[in-house]
């Protein structure tokens, strides 16, 4: 599961990079995760920057992940840890949606190692990405209330862990 949050967290970074003009953005989101034998349904919200991101999960489970360059720390409460990570593990997505095809008027079509994701766009924004997983889980990430350029207090983007949680690194 953690490599599908972070494998998302990069890649809408990434296409929002590319793909518009903005020095932050926030959204709402929900992803569904659908596999053979249960459906998953996380949502929660997002705010990025030119180079950093905050995104904090609500529901199933509280989570918060920070990305700053090419450190992400994932803050998980429900297993009293933080986790972090480099972005050097996980694939630069800049070439593959630079190289995303319009197949219709609103979407277009980014291929990645065997695997299809169809953007879906809604006036120009963003409002869906799906894709089967490597675990062939049908994901599906929809975004609501988006924001261009707000105002952001820089101090959303600092991470706090508890003194009681464990780090992984």
Known sequence: MK???IFFLITMVKLWAIDLDFNTYS???????????STLLYSGHFIISKDKAFWEYDTPNKKEIY???NQVVIIEHDLE????????NIPNLNQIFKNAKLISKDKLL??????????????????????KDEFENDVTITLSNEIKNP????KVFEFKIPKNYDIVQ
């Open 67 to 69: 990305i700053n360059k």
């Open 110 to 131: 980014a291929k990645y190692k065997n695997i299809n994701y169809t953007i879906t766009l809604n006036q120009e924004k963003i409002q869906t990405i799906a894709y």
């Open 151 to 154: 105002k952001i207090d820089s």
């Open 27 to 37: 959204s709402n989101f929900t992803q569904l995760i659908k596999s053979k034998n």
């Open 3 to 5: 490599k599908i949050f």
């Open 81 to 88: 840890q933080a986790i972090f990570s480099k972005l050097d």
